[in-house]
């Protein structure tokens, strides 16, 4: 599972690829990246031949990783994100109190809150799940100032990847190329049958008029349960994720980290994984992903160091993550540029809502925004 990311955001469950069949192949590779990640994590946290930190941010504040950004030293930024991303769009993110997904399921008759996405209850008891999943089902939401700074960073050849912990699949809304995009947490946009020896894949349309049947979705060929492809908690995380962190956290010139707890791990390790002169920010509520001794010894200290006299490299702006984004956003000389990208994209999901509510009027084929998987700003991932 993953953190305070939304039910569009179920990063928060975390660790299998419950999406197409993984091969023994695979899943050895997946296992090797692992191990290779592991090292790599205590290597750099042992500081065994690791590099000789360098101050490259001329300051650390929001401003100094604004005149880097401009500079001809960052070309490729790798953006990690969680709920709290998605929160300003109506989706709940996982663990704030009170108003928190967990804080909100008595009425699931669950062991624990967390039962819901784990995959040996969700076996036993499907139900829970996808009566969840009609309150919360993609494609009723839009995507933040946040998802729209990405799509910005996207079309000025920046972005080299987003790695996003959320399910809710508003990173392709937004335009995201699928590409540069990684849904740690798997997506709602597939789904498969549970059965080993069947994985017949069906499509987000097929589910979604399941859900919204109230039925429990059941294979054609074998009459098991069909689940979105999102990792659950006892699932092992998407191979794409392992494989291509290898390259990516190499080449990448500035981290930008926003609206995650950095609680779930793998996902918060990847904070650390970075070269050593890599500015990384943190646009977030509250301060995080900095490293208790244990936790770096065992190579999962993300290591983030913002306030002591040693700090070189890491920026935290607290706030909500949509004002961080408009504040980096004036600092670049883009704010007009993604108050317009923001006022067109909402505009045309509005239309296409519109269009697909006049089509059922008429009796016609109409659908509800989002319902076929798709949206101006390019194809929709689902999340619970």
Known sequence: MAEPDAPGARGDEAERDAESPVSDTELGASGDSEMELLRSLLSRTLGLGGEKPEKV????????????????KCKNVVCMVGAGISTSAGIPDFRS?????????????LPYPEAIFEISFFKQHPEPFFALARELYPGQFKPTVCHYFMRLLQEKG?????????????ERVAGLEPELLVEAHGTFFTSHCLRPSCRQPYSLQWMKER???SLVPKCEKCQSVVKPDIVFFGESLPSRFFTLLQSDFQ???LLLIMGTS???????SLVGRVPTNTPRLLINKEKTGQSDPLMSLMGFGCGMDFDSDKAYRDVAWLGECDAGCLALAELLGWKKELEELVRREHAAIDAKAARGGE???????GESPGASGESPGGSQDPTP
């Open 359 to 365: 089509g059922k009027a008429r009796g016609g084929d």
């Open 97 to 109: 109190p009170g108003t928190g997904l967990y804080a909100n399921l008595q009425s699931y008759d």
């Open 251 to 253: 080449k990448v010139d």
């Open 57 to 72: 941010l001329d300051e650390l504040s929001l401003e100094g990783v604004s005149r880097f950004l401009r500079s001809d």
């Open 158 to 170: 920046l972005l080299l990847r987003c790695y996003t912990q959320n399910i809710d699949t508003l």
């Open 211 to 213: 859900i919204f049947s």
């Open 262 to 268: 950095l609680q779930v791990q793998p996902f918060a």
